[in-house]
């Protein structure tokens, strides 16, 4: 089975270090989106490529959040200066127009 | 205008009985609603989903069903296994592709 792939899988950092998260869509899909989650807020979307353009990142702190997608095999998510309240599960998920998304295993983070 | 609700927030079933989770949402013109199931440190997995000129959609023990004119659909499990236990994620779509989530419901089926 076709899987999206994100690294790392938990980070622990302090406050302040920058912070990259990764993500191999499936091979072919030409969305990507990138969600965090946590207990408070719940699945937020945070930013949404169609064919390596961003459409959507307004639901990413500018001053510090940064998404990009280099080439079609990888997508980034970096945070910088990181805070504690960042702290959450960051997923990506990569789909299909038209078509349900594929959400990867996450990215596990903790800003002490 | 885009949120989902979803409810309960907790769902506590016998093994063998049946699960449902209710959502509703305001914006008429959401075209895509797929439900999700997550297990703990995994992603979201999509699990059935149905789009507003049917009424209702059945796969296995999982049935969707949609009330247009109520603007609410759910999520039915049939024959509730412990297996099943997950937290369960509404969504509706725009586009086919952005998805507004509901807050989720932790489901617990016991033995």
């Known amino acids: 089975d076709a899987r999206v792939t994100q690294t790392p899988r938990h980070k622990v950092t302090e406050m302040g270090q920058e912070v990259t998260m990764r993500c191999q869509p499936i091979l072919g899909h030409n969305t990507v989106f990138w969600y965090r989650q946590t207990m408070m807020q719940g699945l937020e979307l945070l930013a949404y490529f169609r064919n390596r353009a961003p459409l959507d990142d307004s639901g990413m702190p500018k001053d510090r959040f940064s998404a990009e997608m280099p080439d079609a095999t990888l997508a980034t998510l970096k945070i910088q200066p990181s805070e504690p309240r960042d702290s959450a599960v960051y997923f990506c998920?990569?789909?299909?127009?038209?078509?349900?998304?594929?959400f990867g295993d996450g990215t596990r983070l903790s800003i002490l | 205008q885009q949120q989902v609700k979803q409810s309960p927030q907790s769902l506590i079933v016998q093994k063998g009985g049946i699960s449902i989770i209710n959502c509703a949402y305001e914006n008429t013109a959401f075209d895509y609603f797929p439900w999700y199931q997550q297990f703990p440190g995994k992603g979201p997995a999509l699990l059935i989903a149905?789009?507003?000129?049917?009424s209702e959609k059945k796969e296995g023990r999982f049935t969707i069903s949609f009330n247009k004119s109520a603007k609410q659909f759910s999520l039915h499990i049939m024959d509730s296994q412990p297996g099943d236990s997950a937290t369960y994620f509404c969504a509706a779509s725009l586009d086919g592709q952005n998805f507004v989530f509901g807050p989720g419901t932790r489901l617990s089926v016991l033995p």
């Open positions: 149905i789009r507003p000129d049917v």
């Open positions: 998920a990569s789909g299909l127009v038209h078509r349900p998304q594929h």
